[in-house]
């Protein structure tokens, strides 16, 4: 399964690179649980697609479109999780930020259903998304 886990997690990021929310929201368990760091105003525990979705056109609304995962240095398995080493960044008028993270997922039949992230700077971070 750890070969087919990180296949899975490369379409994932391919899509979310692309902007195919379609190709996501396929990838992404209706059920899906998200744990996004931090103390900013998308910081927390998501549960379900939908809620997730709201958090990512948030992020969006609040980089001015701009938020994005531009570089995949590495995708690792080891059974029904996935680490990725990616690199992300984001600007706006008066602020930006660009550093690596990790984004660890949990897959099971096929479908993300955790995901946790974590952030190179997360202060600069937390900084960039505000309260």
């Known amino acids: ?6 296949d899975i997690a490369r379409e994932y990021f391919q899509a979310v690179q692309k902007g195919d929310l379609v190709k996501v929201g396929e990838l992404l368990d209706e059920e899906i649980v998200w744990h996004q760091p931090g103390a900013n105003q998308f910081s927390g ?4 697609r939908d809620a997730v979705f709201a958090m990512l056109g948030g992020m969006m609304e609040a980089s001015q479109g701009s938020f994005a995962i531009d570089t995949i240095h590495a995708l690792m398995g080891n059974g029904d999780m996935v680490a990725a080493s ?10 930006s930020m660009s550093m ?3 984004d660890v997922l949990r897959l099971k039949d096929g479908k993300i259903v955790e995901m946790w ?10 900084a960039f998304w505000g309260q």
């Open 117 to 126: 992230l974590f952030s190179g700077d997360q202060t600069a971070e937390d």
């Open 1 to 6: 399964m750890t070969s087919k886990n990180v």
């Open 45 to 48: 525990e998501r549960k379900g």
């Open 86 to 95: 990616i690199h992300f960044a984001g600007r706006r008028e008066d602020a």
């Open 100 to 102: 690596d993270g990790v």
